[in-house]
């Protein structure tokens, strides 16, 4: 591999980000706060595209909000606290952050499956694809975010074909229909 290329690489992994809440850290009451529909995340993706950013990719579901993101964490947070009316000290008390190499991975993890309430949950890698293919019509997903958003796809597929995490309840939704 090119030397350049891999500089670039380690270099973009360098700004990489993660904020958010989740199921981990915050109660279902506290995470509603946060939630972002479509119409939030149209608004918050327009408003990071004022910012100049290069990545910013909302998750919402029902067991986190998240953005990943390139470059400036901190304002992430207060984009999302303008679009939702939230309190910063309750989302900060409650909050991931992740930078780096540690939102690298955490990426890989929320979208295997292997961050969620049930293990494995297949409705996540979905989620996963939408918010990229929304941040990318809305001209904020790089070159870079694309690829890796890929690599996490094909990593989902090895991890869910080659382990027995795809054994059992696949979802949230069929646990609690299995219920």
Do not use: W
Not at 40 to 46: S, T, V
Not at 49 to 59: Q, R
Not at 171 to 179: D, G, K, P, R, T
């Amino acid at each position: 591999m090119n030397k350049t290329y891999i500089q670039k690489t380690n270099e973009n992994i360098d700004k990489l980000f993660v904020v958010g809440i989740n199921f981990k850290n915050a109660d279902l009451t506290t995470r509603g706060k946060y939630f972002l529909g479509d119409q939030e995340i149209e608004k918050i993706l327009q408003k990071a595209k004022e910012k100049s950013y290069d990545d910013f990719i909302v998750l919402s579901t029902c067991n986190r909000t998240e953005i990943y993101g390139s470059g400036n964490h901190n304002m992430a947070v207060d984009l999302l606290m303008e679009v939702v009316g939230g309190n910063k000290r309750v989302f900060e008390n409650h909050s991931i952050v992740k930078k780096d190499k540690h939102a690298l991975q955490h990426i890989f993890h929320v979208a295997t499956g292997l961050d969620s309430q049930i293990l494995g949950d297949y409705e996540i890698l979905g989620q996963f694809k939408r918010a990229c293919k929304i941040s990318k019509s809305s001209e904020l997903l790089s070159p870079f975010f694309e690829r890796l958003a890929n690599s996490t796809i094909q990593a989902s597929k090895k991890v869910k074909t080659n382990t027995a995490i795809s054994q059992g309840t696949v979802s949230v939704s069929y646990a609690a229909i299995e219920l």
